[in-house]
């Protein structure tokens, strides 16, 4: 059953072409304005599982009408979902804690945007007991180089572990709490595809979230990968600041 979905992009109409052409698979959405009137008649009519709103600015009006949201019951204590640039992302979690259910920061491709809204309207919230532990990320390639190359990127902020392969993986998920694997799809020994398979299966660890990396970009390699249902995807090469915009939404 696919979610309903209440969207408003507010200046952003490529972002909103791009959502619906990628995540038909996951929603019915449907759009409303920044207008107020439109929103609660939409919130009436529809009942969205979520809101997500395309945010421009932090401004103070976009603000109001999600604290709104957010405290008013008779909108069915709908999650929302902010979407937008990192330094306004930043700002408006600074200034309003509390005020969205998630925080997503661009740049993020409509896949990896779908991923993390169905991943948390399937998990429900969980508030981290402890914010102020370095998150634990494993990192599994067969590449040494991209190891080394996302452990430096990622080690001043995160405690990262990087695999050659994933012959040790379930043990060291077994031994440790582990917040994100970035796991390699295609791997000798052991591929992306069967390490997810056996995290799925086992419900100590089946909730990790899992971030595909892969060389292959043809639209049907990323539909067999999406099919899995990661919370997320990248290509090789790997963008560095698309690889840390999705660990922030992500871990």
Known sequence: MKHKILINVGE???????????TDK???SVTTTDIWKDITNHFEFVKPDAYVIFM???DSESVSRILTLKTNTAYNNCPIFVVGKT???KEFEANHPHAANMIIRRPISADNLALTITGYLEKGFEEQIDDNHKKRILVVDDDRTIL???KAALDDKYDVTAMLNGVMVERFLFQNNVDLVILDYEMPIMTGAEIFR???ANEKFARIPVCFLTGVSEREKVEEIMSLRPRGYLL???NMEMLLATIANLA
């Open 148 to 150: 080394k190359m996302i």
């Open 236 to 238: 090789k090469p790997i």
């Open 12 to 22: 952003n109409p490529a972002v909103l072409r791009d959502f619906f052409q990628y």
């Open 56 to 58: 421009d600015s932090p």
């Open 198 to 200: 056996m995290m799925k």
């Open 87 to 89: 330094d306004d992302c």
């Open 26 to 28: 996951y929603f019915t």
